[in-house]
């Protein structure tokens, strides 16, 4: 199993990005999704999750600005990022609980690369 994050860039402040997370493998079934970010030198925290329902939950800092989203059909977690500002700026990761294919009804926790969100002032 694998997730695959993309959409990080450079954007200015007050503008948008998207970032995606596919998984591969084979999947039984994902419980939660979500991105947590990551600045050098600091613990890992948590952005947005949301569940197999689609209940989600959000970081103070982002709420009214962020928006998460998940394609059940695809596996795939989006993050809607907009008003960005430059205290946005790190790496964003994705972060999947899910039960493998074959695990024996256990879940496991799986994280993608890092995708590098620049905002400029």
């Known amino acids: 199993v694998q997730l695959q994050a993309s959409g990080g860039g450079l954007v200015q402040a007050g503008g948008s990005l998207r970032l995606s997370c596919a998984t591969s493998?084979?999947?039984?079934?994902?419980?939660?999704m979500g991105w947590y970010r990551q600045a050098p030198g600091k613990q890992r925290d948590l952005v947005a999750t949301i569940t197999s329902s689609g209940s989600t939950n959000y970081a103070d800092s982002v709420k009214g600005r962020f928006t998460i989203s998940r394609d059940n059909a695809k596996n795939t977690v989006y993050l809607q990022m907009n008003s960005l500002k430059p205290e946005d700026t790190t790496v964003y990761y994705c972060n999947a609980i899910l039960r493998p294919s074959g695990s024996g009804g256990r879940s496991y926790e799986y994280w993608g690369q890092g995708t590098l969100v620049t905002v400029s002032s």
């Open positions: 493998g084979s999947i039984f079934s994902i419980s939660s």
